[in-house]
Structure formats: structure tokens, C-alpha cells
């Protein structure tokens, strides 16, 4: 089992950064994808960003591509999403999400622990 909980939402004016952290309780965490996905309002869930187990390998949603960047702390078992030059559009709920998979991470059906969330707003 996996316990997931996200912090570092809030309110940020247009063009600001902000970074939020997932804290994963278990011994394994270091054997787990961790992605962020995350859902507006009216909105379907969508995929962010992801960083897998072996090689550490990352992907980005073309929307976030260059502005967000993820990462993580394996001694701390801790992923981070430092998100930059954001936009209203970007207002949503952020989850964090682990999987044992390293295929189709970018797919929230494979992952199988998240996060309560955490809200985002972006105000213009």
C-alpha cells in the first residue's frame, strides 16, 4: 500500500510559479512511476507530468511542456511539481498518482494510489 498526500496548492497570479509536493508513506517508493494529473472544473482528469522508476525517465503534456518540470527525492519519498509562466488555464485540482508500471504512464488508469489533491488557482 501506498498513502499519497499532496501540499503546496494555492493562489498564484498569472505568469507566477508554484510547486507542490506529493509525500508517499511505504518503504518501496523508489520502485514506483509517479505521475500528476489533474482536473478542472467540468473537466475531465488529464495527464501532466510523469517520472519513472528506472531511469527516471520524464513526460510532460504538450500544455506544460517547458513551463512545469517534475521530480522527485527517493530518500525523501517525496515527487515535486515546480510548475512556472503559469496560466489561468491551469486552474485545477492536482493529484498525485504512483504505479508500478513504466508503460503507458501517461494513461491515470494505470495507476493504481493517489492523492486526495491539491487546488490550484490561477488568477488573470
Known amino acids: 500500500q501506498v498513502q499519497l498526500v499532496e501540499s503546496g496548492g494555492g493562489l498564484v497570479q498569472a505568469g507566477g510559479s508554484l510547486t507542490l509536493s506529493c509525500a508517499a508513506s511505504?518503504?518501496?517508493?523508489?520502485?514506483?512511476?509517479m505521475g500528476w494529473f489533474r482536473q478542472a472544473p467540468g473537466k475531465e482528469r488529464e495527464f501532466v507530468a510523469a517520472?519513472?522508476?528506472?531511469?527516471?525517465?520524464?513526460y510532460y503534456a504538450d500544455s506544460v511542456k517547458g513551463r512545469f518540470t517534475i521530480s522527485r527525492d527517493n530518500a525523501k519519498n517525496t515527487v515535486y511539481l515546480q510548475m512556472s509562466s503559469l496560466k489561468p488555464e491551469d486552474t485545477a485540482v492536482y493529484y498525485c498518482?504512483?504505479?508500478?508500471?513504466?508503460?503507458?504512464?501517461?494513461?491515470?488508469?494505470?495507476?493504481?494510489?493517489w492523492g486526495q489533491g491539491t487546488q490550484v488557482t490561477v488568477s488573470s
Open positions: 498518482a504512483a504505479t508500478s508500471s513504466q508503460w503507458g504512464v501517461r494513461d491515470a488508469r494505470v495507476y493504481n494510489y
Open positions: 517520472h519513472t522508476w528506472i531511469g527516471g525517465t520524464t
Open positions: 511505504g518503504r518501496t517508493f523508489s520502485s514506483y512511476t
